[in-house]
């Protein structure tokens, strides 16, 4: 069974901020990344379980998929996936570790 996606504001608001600065160097690739976080989060809809568990949290339906160097960072809930937040590969999760563990699709 398909999962419903969806995706949170703070989430949203990291893909823009990344597509801004990738855009400074080069609009298309900013597009293509922008694009691939898309693609893989549709993959997602019928393979939820893809993605592995965080390792910063103790919790199983906290999960990622890494997408070029960003961690695409998601939350299963019954039939439901949100995207919490997309992070660069290299910077820490303590500053996003509240507002991944508060979101929630309801």
């Known amino acids: 069974m398909a999962f419903k996606l969806a995706w949170s504001e703070e989430a949203l608001e990291d893909i823009e901020s990344i597509a801004t600065y990738i855009e400074k160097d080069s609009p298309t690739y900013a597009k293509s990344v922008v694009s691939k976080f898309f693609?893989?989060?549709?993959?997602?809809?019928?393979f939820s379980e893809l993605g592995r568990k965080v390792p910063e949290f103790n919790d199983s339906t906290i999960r990622e998929i890494f997408v070029y160097s960003y961690r695409l960072i998601y939350k299963l809930e019954q039939q439901d996936i949100l995207f919490v937040a997309v992070v660069h590969g290299k910077r820490l999760l303590e500053n996003h570790h509240q507002s991944i563990t508060n979101q929630s699709s309801q």
């Not at 693609?39 to 019928?46: M, P, T």
């Open 39 to 46: 693609e893989k989060a549709e993959i997602l809809q019928e």
